[in-house]
């Protein structure tokens, strides 16, 4: 019976941890959403109205298309933040959440896009 109630509570306690690690994950999340997309999307305007040309007009509907492509999942969001040197390493550590980007990246590894740089 002991051994019953030492697992039962050992369960519980495990699952109250995935609890916290799965709030913690999903704060990141809206951390994402919130307070780095809209430096991504500033990022990308500035990058395309710079970058632009008679070849590349990058006028408002180029400018529309790349922020859908660059926003649409959280992991192209961190992806972007990361390639624009939005966000580095140092701030996902400082901040704990480098476990849960390898998380986000291992999640949404379909959604990722591959940069010219692989």
């Given at each position: 019976?002991?051994?019953?109630?030492?697992?039962?509570?050992?369960?519980?306690?495990w699952?109250v941890?995935q609890?916290?690690?799965?709030?913690k994950?999903?704060?990141?999340k809206?951390?994402l959403?919130?307070e780095?997309?809209?430096k991504?999307?500033?990022?990308?305007?500035?990058?395309?109205?710079e970058?632009?040309?008679e070849?590349?007009p990058?006028?408002?509907?180029?400018?529309?298309?790349?922020?859908?492509?660059?926003?649409?999942?959280?992991s192209?969001?961190?992806?972007?933040?990361?390639?624009r040197?939005?966000?580095?390493?140092?701030w996902?550590?400082a901040t704990?959440?480098?476990?849960?980007?390898?998380?986000?990246?291992?999640?949404?590894r379909?959604?990722?896009?591959?940069?010219s740089g692989?």
């Open positions: 019976m002991l051994l019953l109630v030492i697992f039962a509570f050992g369960a519980f306690a699952l941890w609890l916290l690690r799965a709030k994950f999903t704060r990141f809206q951390t959403e919130q780095i997309k809209p991504v999307v500033a990022h990308i305007i500035n990058e395309l109205n970058t632009r040309s070849l590349f990058n006028n408002q509907a180029h400018q529309e298309a790349t922020i859908y492509f660059w926003c649409q999942y959280k192209r969001i961190l992806q972007a933040a990361l390639d040197e939005i966000i580095d390493k140092e996902l550590t704990g959440n480098l476990r849960n980007c390898q998380h986000l990246f291992h999640v949404e379909h959604l990722l896009a591959k940069t692989e």
